[in-house]
């Protein structure tokens, strides 16, 4: 875990309102289409004090230029997603790649329902 989230945990651990459990929680595979291809990310999320500390992705693509996008997505995942709240996260084209961050965004979705309190 990194200094900022470290710290970050000791500032939220102070406040008692929070909106989602602590845990780690794992979205529903998300398909998303890219050129006429099928391509399927599962996301990995921990949440504490209702902020990211821990993001992953898994990747089913089907052709090699989407490889090359998500290689670079995941390269930047953690530090576009570490620190940020659940509640408000919405990323914009990490690494370079606009339709798998969009995949990761619409998984959001599964991980909120998962960690509500």
């Not at 990323?91 to 998984?107: E, K, P």
């Amino acid at each position: 875990m990194s200094i900022s989230a470290r710290r970050l945990l000791r500032h939220k651990n102070s406040q008692s309102n929070t909106l989602y459990q602590n845990g780690t929680y794992i979205s529903n595979s998300i398909n998303y289409w890219v050129h006429g291809h099928s391509n399927y990310i599962t996301t990995t999320l921990t949440v504490t004090n209702d902020h990211i500390t821990a993001v992953s992705a898994n990747h089913s693509v089907s052709d090699g230029t989407s490889q090359n996008y998500v290689d670079a997505f995941d390269n930047d995942l953690g530090g576009a997603a570490i620190g940020q709240p659940l509640q408000s996260i919405s990323l914009s084209r990490v690494g370079g790649a606009s339709v798998t961050t969009d995949g990761f965004n619409d998984s959001l979705s599964s991980i909120r329902s998962q960690a509500s309190t």
